[in-house]
């Protein structure tokens, strides 16, 4: 189906984080925008304020008269929907035209110059940061983030430029829908082992992600990684990583919560950079933002600026308290690498401090595949508690408990296991120095009243 003939959509899973740009995008265009969701939640609630029809029972009778047209109504469907799903199924008899999230954006990127990027980790935070900068410089951009932007409160940017900032997301290999006139790729680390079987498919599907660049465009991808790229002729390949590459970063300096460095580049080196968020990890994740920025033209005074002014993302080093006495912080990280990476930032910035984490470990899948590493990870800290594992879209597996990481955290370790369920009081009853969450499940969920229990044992001390 053409975009010209849609006059209505309808999302079958609509309250996802990627989901919901989808919608809004289709909203702003003034369509019938409905769907289906299983669980009521913030976002869903948001979406509806804003227009969208949406219904959590799943029961055809409710699919709105406008999205009963199979010649002007657009199905879009997460891969997380069983397709046994009665709305499914009844879009599937009646020959709708039905698409994943990911073929739409790959429909986008056709439609627009697509700015995308590619990676098992760091690219929530890269993307954002690059449609920051491009949002707020004379090129604009659209852009369909995986999370919560902190300069723009929604995980969306609609304009009228002929740029898109895209997450290209590896899970189902969705990425394999787009066509980017540019991408970064930031890592390479096997994840996903659930779809993909073994390394050597999850890094196949990456070297076919680089053929789909445009024949003009670029690849600017992170040193030393262990995919192959299989680049169309015509593509630029650029690379980068903290203090070598084409692009990369000198003169770095971390002092008093605020870093500053010096961003070098073949096309305009620009000094005086200063990260707005000011987290170590964030110094290689702006070098692939300004990068692929620079290429498509902003200027070195709209690259000081963007990142100056870059507030971060929701539930990536989202720093809730920071004061002498406490640091409260909550991160998305649920991968080996980002748990690493996150631990030794957080480290770097608070050198002397105790630092606790509490972790709720995501799928059954990945635990198996990668406790020892996670253990490795999270024995850089000073004190680990574990929560038991978010399950999301798996069943349990026999013998794959947060045991298995918890048997394995460096002797000497503070540690502990607890019940999702005993957080809060464990949060009540302890003191704290530097406290972190780490995971991809639903303990953020209870972040705010754990912000609101600590803020009022720092009142009470007084």
């Known amino acids: 189906m053409e975009m010209k003939d849609i006059k209505a959509v309808y999302f079958v899973g609509a309250g996802g984080i990627g989901m919901s740009a989808i919608a809004r995008y289709f909203l702003k265009k003034g369509l ?3 769907g289906y969701d299983k669980t009521p939640s ?5 979406l509806e304020q804003e227009g969208m029809l949406i219904h959590y029972e799943e029961d055809v009778n409710q699919i709105p008269e406008a999205c009963r047209q199979s010649e002007s109504c657009l199905v879009i469907y997460t891969p997380a929907i069983p397709n046994e799903h ?3 199924q009844y879009f599937r008899q009646g020959g709708f035209d039905i698409q994943k999230r990911a073929q739409v954006l790959g429909t986008l990127t056709r439609q627009h110059r697509g700015l995308c990027v590619a990676g098992t980790h760091g690219k929530t935070t890269t993307s954002t940061m690059c449609a920051h900068i491009m949002h707020q410089s004379h090129l604009d951009c659209n852009a369909f983030l995986g999370g919560i932007s902190k300069n723009y409160g929604t995980n969306y940017i609609l304009s009228d430029s002929d740029y898109v900032v895209i997450e290209a997301d590896e899970f189902d290999r969705s990425f394999h829908w787009l066509s980017p006139y540019m991408t970064v790729i930031t890592a390479t680390d096997p994840d996903h082992l659930d779809i993909y079987g073994t390394k050597e498919a999850y890094l196949e599907s990456f070297r076919h992600y680089t053929e789909l660049i445009q024949p003009d465009g670029a690849l600017i991808i992170h040193r030393g990684l262990e995919m192959q790229e299989s680049l169309p002729v015509g593509v630029r390949r650029y690379d980068y990583a903290l203090t070598e590459g084409d692009f990369h970063a000198e003169n770095i300096c971390i002092d008093n919560g605020e870093i500053t460095f010096d961003f070098v580049s073949p096309i305009e080196s620009v000094s005086g950079i200063q990260l707005g968020q000011p987290v170590p990890i964030n110094i290689e994740n702006g070098i692939a933002a300004m990068a692929m920025a620079q290429l498509a033209g902003c200027t070195a005074d709209e690259l000081r600026e963007g990142m100056k002014t870059y507030g971060g993302v929701e539930r990536r080093f989202d720093f ?3 004061t002498d006495q406490l640091v409260f912080l909550s991160d998305y990280a649920h991968h080996p690498k980002e748990i690493y990476q996150s631990a030794r930032s957080i480290r770097e ?10 972790f709720q470990p995501h799928l059954y899948t990945r635990t198996r595949d990668f406790y020892t590493d996670f253990a490795d990870a999270l024995s850089q800290l000073d004190e680990v508690i574990l929560t038991e594992i978010y399950p999301a879209r798996e ?10 990481i918890y048997d394995r955290l460096r002797p000497g370790i503070q540690k502990q296991l607890v019940r999702k369920d005993q957080v809060l ?3 009540k009853n302890r003191s704290f120095d530097v ?3 780490l995971g991809a499940g639903d303990l953020d969920n209870m972040v705010p009243q754990m912000t609101t229990i600590l803020q009022s044992k720092i009142e009470n001390s007084k």
């Open 349 to 358: 910035l608070y050198k002397n401090r105790h630092i606790t984490a509490i």
């Open 425 to 427: 009081d464990l949060i």
């Open 395 to 404: 069943q349990p597996i026999e013998g794959v408990t947060s045991q298995l």
């Open 42 to 46: 913030t976002l869903t609630r948001q």
């Open 435 to 437: 406290l972190i969450i």
């Open 86 to 88: 009665q709305e499914l």
């Open 32 to 34: 019938v925008v409905a």
């Open 320 to 322: 809730k308290i920071k």
